[in-house]
């Protein structure tokens, strides 16, 4: 299976897609202003203690305060919060000299611990989803591409997948022999078969960051603060994923260009080649034709297999999914083998549903019914395999006796939801639009005020590729007119992320201009 990153970023979000045999698989899309990631460490005041839920309310500059409870103190709560204190107090002091306290037991109240306004150290594990504000921990954790760095354990790891027991002897001798004191370590799965050097140069990189932040939290002066923000979106994205099957990762942005470029040179240098700046002028998900699909798979109802089809709603509560034949042409032996069919298409379909938005939490799938019992075994069996591409934590159980199937999945972030319904950008929603003739008139009325009022003479146009090829036509075309009159630095590209009638402008810099910004400016 050959694997492809694409990676789309400008001033106001940026876009990572993943395709595997040149399907898309996974899309994540964040805003490029939004503050939380999970794996960001603050230095946070506690604002309200709830017994009853054994949990407190912790402020770390969110909207909505997070939460916190008892058991994600963790057993090593009482040596780190020691250890704040005297950082605080007297300055930077190095963990070796730190002294471990006792670990904290399963059975204890946290008003017993912890008191209001106390400063502390938390981790974001979990982001703002609905109306529930962060979920935080005081188990800091710096994940690398082999090992994960837990400040206060001395206990070291190896993944369960690393099979060889030889390999896990090596591994857990290696890195007892390098890792710093009072330092606990996890070591991952594709650090198998790794050299000293390449672990031990993860490691300083790893202890490196935990100094930092313990150096930004001594000299916080304002709580809370951020004392460690975890990596870009695209590197921490690339840290999971990576793996040698990867043809290309291509990236749009320049500075991000060069970021996911440094870091493919640390953890694989032979494939640091890989990384390519796409320079192209359609978009880059229009030239790779990951629009088309991204507009085909998100929405309500997703089609697969000869016109049988899903239907996708989320509640507050949970996922629901419902399986139907559609028109599909009936299978020549019968009803069951019909439901068979069309329930182990759509058992690929949804396990790659799950990626591609990121659902979490509860999942329930309503299959047509099936009689036969190893025919339902065979659809369990199905989407068991299918899941075991999937990074996420999940537990998948049977066919129940109303043909449900129930599905949980790790849940840390909002599902990805993409809009394909298009509100029309003349009218928005009214019905009635001005005359699609006159288009171009609006359009060429725009380009006269960048040029002419706004001294903006070198720009790019995007517009729907109908529009694009309608003034593109004839011997004379209107793109042409518009470049003789206007100047050569006048380009338009199609787009298909854009409205029939819609359209953007961007700079030499690759920035959205603003008109009604620009005209304030001016």
């Known amino acids: 299976m050959n694997s492809e990153l694409f990676i789309s970023a400008n001033s106001k979000k940026?876009?990572?897609?993943?395709?595997?045999?040149?399907?898309?698989?996974?899309?994540?899309?964040?805003?490029?202003?939004?503050?939380?990631?999970?794996?960001?460490?603050?230095?946070?005041?506690?604002?309200?203690?709830?017994?009853?839920?054994?949990a407190c309310f912790?402020?770390?500059?969110?909207?909505?305060?997070?939460?916190?409870?008892?058991?994600?103190?963790?057993?090593?709560?009482?040596?780190?919060?020691?250890?704040?204190?005297?950082?605080?107090?007297?300055?930077?002091?190095?963990?070796?000299?730190?002294?471990?306290?006792?670990?904290?037991?399963?059975?204890?109240?946290?008003?017993?611990?912890?008191?209001?306004?106390?400063?502390?150290?938390?981790?974001?594990?979990?982001?703002?989803?609905?109306?529930?504000?962060?979920?935080?921990?005081?188990?800091?954790?710096?994940?690398?591409?082999?090992?994960?760095?837990?400040?206060?354990?001395?206990?070291?790891?190896?993944?369960?997948?690393?099979?060889?027991?030889?390999?896990?002897?090596?591994?857990?001798?290696?890195?007892?022999?390098?890792?710093?004191?009072n330092f606990g370590v996890i070591v991952r799965t594709?650090?198998?078969?790794?050299?000293?050097?390449?672990?031990?140069?993860?490691?300083?990189?790893?202890?490196?960051?935990?100094?930092?932040?313990?150096?930004?939290?001594?000299?916080?002066?304002?709580?809370?603060?951020m004392v460690y923000e975890e990596t870009s979106r695209a590197v921490g994205l690339l840290r999971d994923l990576f793996n040698p099957s990867y043809e290309n990762i291509y990236v749009d942005n320049e500075k991000i260009f060069h970021?996911?470029?440094?870091?493919?040179?640390?953890?694989?240098?032979?494939?640091?080649?890989?990384?390519?700046?796409?320079?192209?002028?359609?978009?880059?998900?229009?030239?790779?034709?990951?629009?088309?699909?991204?507009?085909?798979?998100?929405?309500?109802?997703?089609?697969?297999?000869?016109?049988?089809?899903?239907?996708?709603?989320?509640?507050?509560?949970?996922?629901?999914?419902?399986?139907?034949?559609?028109?599909r042409t009936r299978n020549d032996d019968g009803q069951e083998a019909n439901a068979l069919e069309v329930n182990l298409g759509a058992a690929d379909e949804l396990a790659r549903q799950l990626r591609l938005r990121d659902m979490g939490g509860i999942i329930v799938v309503d299959f047509i019914d099936m009689h036969l019992a190893e025919d339902r075994q065979k659809l369990y069996e199905r989407m068991c395999e299918n899941m075991k591409q999937d990074r996420a934590r999940h537990n998948i159980l049977p066919l129940s006796k109303f043909g449900l199937m129930q599905i949980t999945r790790q849940r840390v972030r909002p599902a990805t939801e993409v809009n394909v319904d298009e509100t029309c950008p003349t009218c928005h929603g009214k019905?009635?639009?001005?005359?699609?003739?006159?288009?171009?008139?609006?359009?060429?009325?725009?380009?006269?005020m960048l040029v002419n009022k706004l001294n903006i003479r070198s720009f790019t146009l995007h517009v729907h590729p109908y529009v694009m090829a309608y003034i593109n036509q004839g011997l004379w075309p209107i793109k042409r007119q518009w470049q003789m009159k206007y100047g050569f630095g006048v380009r338009v590209i199609p787009s298909q992320k854009l409205a029939f009638l819609e359209y953007e402008f961007y700079n030499k810099k690759g920035e959205e201009i603003d008109m009604k910004e620009e005209i304030e400016i001016k």
Request: proline content about 4%; hydrophobic content about 40%; aromatic content about 8%.
């Open 431 to 448: 019905g009635v639009i001005k005359s699609s003739f006159m288009f171009t008139d609006v359009l060429e009325s725009k380009i006269d």
């Open 190 to 225: 594709v650090a198998e078969g790794k050299r000293v050097a390449e672990l031990d140069n993860e490691m300083k990189v790893l202890v490196a960051r935990w100094e930092d932040a313990i150096n930004r939290a001594t000299a916080a002066k304002q709580l809370p603060t």
């Open 58 to 181: 912790v402020s770390a500059g969110h909207e909505r305060d997070a939460f916190l409870h008892y058991l994600d103190l963790g057993p090593e709560f009482l040596s780190l919060d020691k250890y704040l204190k005297q950082v605080r107090k007297k300055g930077p002091l190095p963990i070796s000299k730190a002294h471990i306290e006792s670990e904290l037991g399963k059975e204890g109240s946290i008003q017993n611990l912890l008191q209001q306004g106390q400063e502390m150290l938390v981790q974001v594990v979990k982001e703002p989803i609905s109306t529930k504000g962060p979920r935080m921990t005081c188990e800091i954790s710096f994940p690398g591409r082999y090992l994960v760095l837990m400040p206060f354990q001395d206990k070291v790891s190896v993944s369960s997948k690393i099979k060889s027991s030889a390999e896990r002897a090596r591994l857990k001798q290696v890195i007892q022999s390098i890792k710093p004191k």
């Open 259 to 327: 970021e996911v470029k440094d870091y493919v040179t640390i953890i694989a240098p032979e494939r640091a080649d890989i990384v390519k700046f796409y320079k192209g002028n359609l978009p880059i998900f229009d030239n790779f034709d990951i629009t088309r699909q991204i507009k085909s798979s998100f929405g309500k109802t997703v089609s697969y297999k000869r016109g049988a089809y899903m239907i996708i709603e989320h509640t507050e509560a949970l996922w629901v999914v419902d399986v139907n034949s559609g028109n």
């Open 14 to 54: 940026i876009s990572i897609a993943l395709t595997e045999d040149k399907r898309l698989m996974e899309f994540q899309e964040e805003e490029q202003s939004a503050s939380y990631s999970v794996g960001n460490i603050y230095l946070a005041k506690v604002r309200k203690l709830m017994p009853g839920l054994n």
